[in-house]
């Protein structure tokens, strides 16, 4: 599968964005998802996951009550709705699919997209 991030920009803090992560083949559905995130001088890190329908998502800590990880199985898209955005959510934003289950390292993940980048200005 091959997958292309997009939606990021610049926002105030407090602001919101919506990136989305086109999918390209007909095996989506079967694939969890993922987005992570890596900030200037930091590791890749684990942002949200979800399951294969969609039924069961899982969130880190720091973004858990702020951001929203949906995906539409139909159109081939997964979606990260970022709310209440902090100076410390900016990072280049990476879609990923694993075939594993529940995954949060980034070494289960098979699929990468190119990132797009969120700056959040306070």
């Known amino acids: 599968v091959q997958l292309q991030a997009s939606g990021g920009g610049l926002v105030q803090a407090g602001g919101s964005l919506r990136l989305s992560c086109a999918a390209s083949g007909r095996t989506f559905s079967t694939y969890d998802m993922g987005w992570f995130r890596q900030a200037p001088g930091k590791e890749r890190e684990f942002v949200a996951g979800i399951s294969r329908a969609g039924a069961s998502s899982y969130y880190a800590d720091s973004v858990k009550g702020r951001f929203t990880i949906s995906r539409d199985n139909a159109k081939n898209t997964l979606y990260l709705q970022m709310d209440s955005l902090k100076p410390d959510d900016t990072a280049v934003y990476f879609c990923?699919?694993?075939?594993?289950?529940?995954?949060?390292?980034?070494?289960?993940?098979?699929?990468w997209g190119q990132g797009t980048q969120v700056t959040v200005s306070s």
């Open positions: 990923a699919a694993t075939t594993a289950i529940r995954a949060v390292s980034s070494s289960r993940y098979n699929y």
